[in-house]
Nanobody, 124 residues
Framework: QVQLVESGGGLVQAGDSLRLSCATSGGTFSSYGMGWFRQAPGKEREFVAAISWRGDSIYYADSVKGRFTISRDNAKNTEYLQMNSLKPEDTAVYYC?????????????????WGQGTQVTVSS
């Protein structure tokens, strides 16, 4: 059973940066594709970014492209999401997820394991 724990969320102002981390345990991290999703109040969970097992295939939602960077360190069993130029509309609970699809996927239904989420709040 793979366990994922997010950290790094918080309250920031528009234009600030945050880096989220997702520490994993209980599985072979390097054999999973990884992703980030977010859910704002009253909205459905949406795709943010995904990365393949080797980090050589990366996908972003249009809304974060050019501002967010997904990465992974297989030696540390950790995934990251660097978020720059944050906007109030980025406010949401951010979830990391792991999939047996080694190249990752933008579809939440394709993920097998999920973290509990970390709150990101961006004030204007």
């Amino acid at each position: 059973q793979v366990q994922l724990v997010e950290s790094g969320g918080g309250l920031v102002q528009a234009g600030d940066s945050l880096r989220l981390s997702c520490a994993t345990s209980g599985g072979t991290f390097s054999s999973y594709g990884m992703g980030w999703f977010r859910q704002a109040p009253g909205k459905e969970r949406e795709f943010v970014a995904a990365i393949s097992w080797r980090g050589d295939s990366i996908y972003y939602a249009d809304s974060v492209k050019g501002r967010f960077t997904i990465s992974r360190d297989n030696a540390k069993n950790t995934e990251y999401l660097q978020m720059n130029s944050l906007k109030p509309e980025d406010t949401a609970v951010y979830y990391c997820a792991a999939t047996r699809l080694i190249y990752g996927t933008t579809d939440a239904a394709g993920y097998d394991y999920w973290g509990q989420g970390t709150q990101v709040t961006v004030s204007s």
